[in-house]
């Protein structure tokens, strides 16, 4: 089946400081890469739709300069936390889709905290 | 605004148990709905996904059924094991963009 691959599943940064994590579909090409949060023991809430070769659409309620998305090729999105904040602690997973009327599928997720 | 619902929310079973997981939805102007696994600090495994116009699928130990027009789809999981312990998420790809709708999960857990 299809792979996508996140990297890193796990880091600590200190308050302030910027991350990003990468998710890449290594055996198909994604024109449509998502990204979602997930907090302990809830369900996962979609941040923002990425679109390789445009901007992402980000879902109500999510900064989108605090979390900047690129999409620069089909097999490639990465997240960027701008300055972050110990609340931006979080499980963080991407998935993209294969191709039209195929599932989603997703990668292993990054797990951020912010110290 | 697409709203999907899974019960229970958490379930404990003795090995061997035949078991159902319940998602409802409340826009039946579904595309499809994928049924995920979700173990603790992992990402997503996708087990079953069921198309608008198919009524069920099966997979292994696994079958999972849609019913649109009542905004209902069950997990069906023969025989459990306690390897089968996890978070059992529904998801919803409606017509209107290609956003899944998440489910609170159901966390089961399956006793030796």
């Known amino acids: 089946g299809a792979v996508v691959s996140q990297h890193p599943s796990r880091v600590i940064c200190k308050s302030g400081t910027s991350v990003k994590i990468e998710c890449r579909s290594l055996d198909f090409q994604a024109t449509t890469m998502f990204w979602y949060r997930q907090f302990p023991k809830q369900s996962l809430m979609l941040m923002a739709t990425?679109?390789?070769?445009?901007?992402?659409?980000?879902e109500q309620g999510v900064e989108k300069d605090k979390f900047l998305i690129n999409h620069a090729s089909l097999t490639l999105s990465t997240l960027t936390v701008t300055s972050a904040h110990p609340e931006d602690s979080s499980f963080y997973i991407c998935?993209?889709?294969?191709?039209?009327?195929?599932?989603?599928?997703f990668g292993e997720g990054s797990r951020l905290t912010v110290l | 605004k697409q709203e999907v619902t899974q019960i229970p929310a958490a379930l404990s079973v003795p090995e061997g148990e035949n078991l159902v997981l319940n998602c409802s939805f409340t826009d039946s102007a579904i595309y499809n709905l994928q049924w995920f696994r979700q173990d603790p600090g992992k990402g997503l495994t996708s087990l079953l996904l069921i198309q608008s116009s198919q009524r069920e699928q099966t997979s292994g130990r696994l079958n999972a059924s849609l019913d649109k027009s009542s905004g209902r789809s069950t997990l069906y999981i023969a025989a459990s094991q306690p390897g089968d312990s996890a978070t059992y998420l529904c998801a919803v790809r409606t017509d209107a963009g290609n956003m899944l709708t998440f489910g609170g999960g159901t966390r089961l857990m399956v006793k030796p």
């Open positions: 990425s679109n390789e070769g445009s901007k992402a659409t980000y």
């Open positions: 998935s993209a889709r294969a191709q039209t009327g195929q599932g989603l599928f």
